[in-house]
């Protein structure tokens, strides 16, 4: 079936640097990438919708100068936490659409901890 | 997407049939009912869709109200391994498309 591959699964950085997590669709190309945030016993709140070859569309109160989004090819598409702060600590799941299942195939989701 | 409502939790003995129901009563036309669930520490999984009619695959089953307004997802036998968080999803096929997760449910499996 249709996999999506992100990594890392799980970060831990220190205040003010930057972390990338990359989210490759492994056997199907992915025009749309969506990327979510979810704090701990919560659902998933949608970040911003990236497309390939364009600017991401973020969501209200996302900020998109903090949240870097690159969909450079059909396969890959990363998200940049920029400046992170203890607040960004969150569980980052991407998804992508796929016509085989007409669903929604889920990366594995990174946890990000700043320190 | 329109709106549905689920039960914050439920239990089930493991081996057991389980009954998962989502009410959205604003459902349009044009929506499908997607069910998705998330095991602890990992991101969702498709488990079924469907528009009217209802639908049997491996995992579950979607049973659809005759005027769309609830639905159930069935888990015909329930292992320690169904332990997760069931999303219920309305998608509008004519319009973005992003899913919208609600609260979902938070299946409990005993042994």
């Known amino acids: 079936g249709a996999v999506v591959s992100q990594h890392p699964s799980w970060v831990i950085c220190k205040s003010g640097t930057s972390v990338k997590i990359e989210c490759r669709s492994l056997d199907f190309q992915a025009t749309t990438m969506f990327w979510y945030r979810q704090f701990p016993k919560q659902s998933l709140m949608l970040m911003a919708t990236?497309?390939?070859?364009?600017?991401?569309?973020?969501e209200q109160g996302v900020e998109k100068d903090k949240f870097l989004i690159n969909h450079a090819s059909l396969t890959l598409s990363t998200l940049t936490v920029t400046s992170a702060h203890p607040e960004d600590s969150s569980f980052y799941i991407c998804s992508a659409v796929t016509a085989r299942n007409y669903g929604y195939t889920f990366g594995s989701g990174t946890r990000l901890t700043v320190v | 997407d329109a709106k549905t409502t689920q039960p914050n939790s439920m239990e089930s003995n493991e081996e057991e049939p389980v009954h998962l129901p989502c009410n959205h009563s604003t459902i349009s036309g044009t929506d499908y009912i997607h069910w998705y669930r998330q095991l602890p520490s990992q991101g969702p999984e498709y488990v079924i869709h469907?528009?009217?009619s209802n639908v049997n695959n491996r995992m579950a089953s979607l049973a659809i109200a005759e005027d769309r307004k609830s639905s159930t997802l069935i888990l015909h036998r329930a292992t320690l391994r169904d332990a997760a968080v069931y999303y219920c999803?309305?998608?509008?096929?004519?319009?973005?498309?992003?899913?919208?997760f609600g609260g979902g449910t938070r299946l409990m499996v005993k042994p």
């Open positions: 999803i309305l998608r509008d096929n004519n319009a973005g498309n992003m899913l919208t």
């Open positions: 469907g528009l009217t």
């Open positions: 990236s497309n390939e070859g364009s600017k991401a569309t973020y």
